[in-house]
């Protein structure tokens, strides 16, 4: 997309053996809200849902929507998310009461925890689920793209045999960043830049898994972002450039993000699309 100082050699691979959209747009600019158009196919106002929920929110997607894991699994699919959920808190909102049969990570932002910039000591424990379960309380922040990377793949190896349905939604590089050992000041570009090479390197791990268990060929895999960078919180949190503003803002840095799809054989190779692919 034009990022300069950090390299992302894995996403630069599925861009050349797929389709680039430079003009796919979410619903809307924050987190919540974009996340159930894309879970529902549906517009996020119509299912009353806006801005961006945390400990305190009490609404959530209704159970009588139709998600995209439960559309899956009524054809026999296998399903599982792991990163950020953001579709409601309470036990009747969770993954797994919406069509996942796995789910490992948080229920809302991050930031909702004692590294919130000006909420710090009101905040609660950051919860860490597994399935329904809270496994850990402020779990160590810069493990999560590698541990939703490597859950992700041993679904996959689980389910090799059957269609499948994974959901990534990691959880970086929504403000506060980090980036594990492996990665921490590895790109030169400082902190952003480490963050989103381990992401890359998330994305090749997992095509590496997709050949190795001889399903390259038949799995379609998307990436994208749910909105645009949260410029409120200084450069660490990205760029949008050259398009206006980011996240939060109608402006086009706000909800035009990036869009890459790649299926061999079935989404055409080195191509560049300069219209929205979905929506």
């Not at 003009?23 to 009353?48: D, K």
């Not at 399903?215 to 450039?241: C, K, Q, W």
Request: charged content about 20%; aromatic content about 12%.
């Amino acid at each position: 997309q034009g990022a300069r100082g950090f390299k992302t050699p894995h996403l630069d691979r599925m861009a050349a053996e797929g389709t680039r959209f430079t003009q796919h747009y979410v619903a809307q600019a924050v987190c919540t809200a974009s996340r159930a158009a894309l879970m529902t196919g549906a517009y996020p106002n119509r299912l009353g849902m806006q801005g961006a929920y945390n400990h305190t929110s009490r609404d959530g997607l209704h159970q009588d929507e139709w998600l995209m894991p439960e559309m899956f699994k009524a054809r026999g699919y296998a399903t599982m998310g792991t990163g950020k959920w953001h579709l409601g808190t309470r036990l009747k909102f969770h993954p797994l009461r919406h069509g996942f049969d796995e789910w490992l990570g948080i229920p809302y932002s991050n930031y909702n925890t004692k590294y919130h910039p000006s909420l710090a000591p009101e905040m609660p424990p950051l919860p860490f689920y597994d399935g329904e379960k809270i496994i850990e309380l402020d779990p160590d922040q810069s493990q999560f793209t590698s541990r939703s990377t490597a859950r992700a793949i041993q679904f996959m190896e689980k389910n090799a045999a059957r269609p499948f349905f994974v959901y990534v939604p990691h959880i970086m590089p929504h403000v506060p960043i980090f980036a594990s050992g492996k990665f921490k000041g590895r790109s030169g570009a400082g902190l952003y830049g480490d963050v989103m090479e381990e992401l890359d390197a998330s994305v090749g791990d997992i095509f590496a898994a997709l050949k190795r268990l001889k399903l390259d060929e038949r799995t379609l895999v998307i990436f994208m972002s749910d909105n645009g960078p949260f410029l409120s919180y200084g450069e660490h949190a990205g760029s949008a450039l050259p398009l206006r503003e980011g996240k939060l803002t109608v402006f086009e840095g706000g909800v035009r993000v990036p869009c890459i799809a790649r299926w061999p054989g079935r989404v055409p190779a080195g191509r560049r699309v300069n219209a929205a692919p979905f929506g």
